[in-house]
């Protein structure tokens, strides 16, 4: 099963409006995070958001919100006021204990976004 | 305050040869993380670092080796570049919270 899903390769959102980005997420452990990232069509990655399985508020950070529904394994990245800024791919990603007692990060494929004026 | 810096920017390599990517962060993060992104796909972890001389295997570590030695550097070698290696890589360090992270602008890496 794949760690991470993102099943919108593509959205288009009408500049002032807000988007939801979807992501669900497979683990059988019980301590897991889950982050977002913009990449813009220059290349780099930008950290957004990250939420904690064990924290009881949805994570918020300016106008980036995730939606965390825990029962459902989904953690949708919200973008409030959409810009023309916004528009880049947005990857979800997850990060779990490996068998060696540390963490690691998988990646999604990507939602690419973007914003009309 | 340079944040996270890779060398070199861009690299051609033919089958077989050798190189090292240099990653360094003067954030004094204990983390680092390095990446690789094909097209179309979202990163895949390599190599990770929880500290100075500690290194762990991601998802994807074969054909790759990593070096801790001091804090702010971590190296990534490609011992004898094949062409399924050719990629961006990035870069990437943390606290000791999830909350912060922080990437380089990556290296575009081409095996002929």
């Known amino acids: 099963a794949q760690k991470i899903t993102q099943t919108q390769p593509g959205m288009f959102v009408q500049e002032k409006e807000a988007v939801t980005l979807d992501c669900t997420y497979d683990t059988s452990d019980p301590s897991y995070g889950l982050f977002w990232y913009k990449q813009p069509s220059s290349g780099e990655m930008i950290f957004l958001i990250y939420q904690g399985s064990y924290d009881q508020q949805n994570a918020t950070e300016g106008r980036y919100s995730l939606n965390f529904q825990k029962a459902r394994k989904s953690a949708n990245l919200v973008i409030s006021a959409s810009q023309l800024g916004d528009s880049a791919m947005y990857f979800c990603?997850?990060?779990?204990?490996?068998?060696?007692?540390?963490?690691?990060?998988?990646f999604g494929t990507g939602t690419k976004l973007q914003v009309i004026p | 305050n340079a944040g996270v810096t890779q060398t070199p920017k861009f690299r051609v390599l033919k089958t077989g040869q050798s190189m090292t990517l240099l990653c360094a962060q003067d954030?004094?993060?204990?983390?680092m993380y390095w990446y690789r992104q094909d097209p179309g796909m979202g990163l895949r972890l390599i190599h990770y670092s929880v500290g100075e001389g500690t290194t762990a295997k991601g998802e994807v570590p074969d054909g790759y080796n990593v070096s801790r030695l001091k804090k702010q550097n971590f190296l990534l070698g490609l011992e004898s570049a094949a062409p399924s290696q050719t990629s961006v890589y990035f870069c990437?360090?943390?606290?000791?919270?999830?909350?912060?992270?922080?990437f380089g602008p990556g290296t575009r890496l081409l095996v002929l």
């Open positions: 990603a997850m990060r779990e204990p490996d068998s060696g007692g540390y963490q690691k990060v998988t």
């Open positions: 954030m004094n993060h204990e983390y």
């Open positions: 990437a360090s943390r606290t000791a919270g999830w909350e912060t992270q922080y």
